[in-house]
């Protein structure tokens, strides 16, 4: 195993700026998770890492060892790509074996190395299979398979699941999650799915235009997130967003929405907001942050909202409903029959303990 550590790394593809003096440590046996929209340069970070790309400035260290110069076979690392990169004429025995033979492995050792991954992964019985015969989650497994015999410092994998449907991804997380616990080998892993970020990482790194948003537990981004573009990309469906004025009045705060109505905030959260009387912003609420009020009193910070259904998106567990606060459209997400059709006024009780208020003009979250 190895620890990671980037400084003031920088990446260009003639006038493209990439990656732009990224500077990042990810610890021994972390589970870290480079996340991000298209073009946000984490695919370009894990190349470079991995020795595919040569970084135009700054240094590379895996282990204690800087590897700049280093080529990707002498940097001891493992790599499990987006397509799988499996040869189709040989087995999946001689696909997993196949670094291993380059290698000069003892094919004693070949044998035990296989058959350890191969049960591990659940593909014993597909051994004297070829690519051709295998589903897609097959493939990824004796993808997954050739890395785990490596035994390397370092596992990279450049976003190995988008290929699949929704429910083999689910199922390859899981095996991703279980794997990460029992080789306990640091590992590095890119997507653009946020929901795949939430549920593997030990950290995520949110990177925006080459350069780290915010990085953490998963957790800490998405219920303290730092800039509006995290609170944005981090939770499904996404953090509703509502213009609205600051108003300060003896101490306590509250928000006047564009269109009419006013929220009272938490004393939690004015305490920072002091001086900004008439100060623009976005109010942000997470969906998970609504529920059918009852009719008994609500706890402190939480307030009382009548809406109208305007759209109803039941998903079996859950119903994501739109309702309108402020003029805007919003979605609530409640429980599988707290609302029941179009039309339907429904009271609701909204968290403002965990709102975010967020500047505009900034993007930064402000309280």
Do not use: W
């Amino acid at each position: 195993m190895a620890d990671v550590k980037l400084s003031g790394v920088h990446k260009y593809y003639g006038n493209v700026h990439a990656v732009r003096g990224l500077d990042l440590t990810i610890g021994d046996g972390e589970f870290a998770v480079l996340v991000g929209p298209s073009g946000c340069g984490k695919s370009t970070l894990l190349r470079t890492i991995a020795g595919l790309e040569d970084p135009d400035d700054g240094t590379i260290t895996i282990g204690g060892a800087v590897v700049n110069d280093l080529r990707p076979r002498e940097r001891n690392i493992a790599m499990v790509f987006q397509n799988y990169a499996l040869y189709p004429y040989l087995t999946v025995n001689d696909n997993i074996a196949f670094g291993l033979r380059a290698r000069k492995t003892p094919e004693i050792e070949i044998r035990k190395r296989v058959g350890e991954a191969a049960e591990m992964l659940g593909i014993g019985s597909l051994l004297q299979r070829y690519p051709r015969q295998l589903s897609g989650g097959q493939r990824q497994r004796v993808a997954i398979g050739r890395a785990i015999v490596r035994k390397a410092d370092l596992f990279l994998f450049d976003e190995p699941l988008s290929n699949l449907d929704a429910q083999l991804r689910d199922e390859m997380r899981t095996e991703i999650k279980r794997l990460h616990h029992e080789i306990t080998t640091t590992m590095i892993y890119v997507t653009h799915d946020q929901v795949e970020a939430m549920t593997l990482a030990d950290r995520i790194v949110l990177l925006r235009d080459g350069k780290i948003e915010q990085q953490g537990a998963p957790l800490e981004l998405f219920e303290q997130p730092r800039t509006g573009f995290v609170a944005g990309f981090l939770g499904s469906p996404s953090i509703n967003l509502i213009p609205a004025t600051l108003k300060i009045n003896g101490g306590g705060a509250a928000v006047v929405f564009e269109s009419g109505g006013t929220m009272t905030l938490p004393s939690a959260k004015t305490t920072s907001l002091t001086s900004a009387e008439g100060r623009q912003v976005l109010v942000g609420i997470r969906p998970q942050h609504f529920s059918r009020a009852g009719g008994g009193s609500l706890r402190d910070g939480v307030v009382a909202y009548s809406a109208v259904a305007d759209l109803i998106q039941p998903t079996g567990t859950r119903t994501f409903t739109t309702i309108k606060i402020g003029g805007v459209d919003v979605v609530a997400e409640l429980q599988a029959h707290d609302v029941s059709r179009h039309g339907e006024r429904i009271d609701l009780a909204i968290d403002l303990n965990r709102v975010v208020l967020i500047d505009p003009a900034s993007g930064l979250v402000i309280a």
